[in-house]
């Protein structure tokens, strides 16, 4: 990896990196009704207590021939769910 690549990874915060970042929000039928930052969609408060809903994905590793399943734990200093 070149210098500069690694410059341009470490220029931003985790918080800028969630306010540039964005998802696909939806309404409870999982209608496309817009876009946020990963950090606005992330806020939770009186007038949106669970956030807002948006488009996510999880990835399951799962050995078949062990059935064992990968587990990893979120670091401490994400902002959104740590330690989860």
Excluded: C
């Excluded at 220029?11 to 696909?24: E, F, R, W, Y």
């Excluded at 007038?47 to 064992?68: C, I, K």
Aim: charge should be neutral; proline fraction near 2%.
């Amino acid at each position: 990896m070149s210098s500069s690549t690694t410059k341009k990874w470490e220029a931003g915060s985790q918080n800028d990196m969630m306010l540039k970042d964005t998802v696909i929000v939806v309404n409870d039928e999982d209608v496309i009704v817009g876009s946020a930052s990963k950090k606005d969609s992330h806020v939770f408060n009186k007038e949106q207590p669970r956030g807002v809903l948006h488009r996510a994905f999880s990835v399951f590793l799962l050995d078949a021939e062990t059935n064992e399943l990968l587990l990893q734990k979120r670091a401490s200093t994400k902002i959104t769910f740590p330690n989860v």
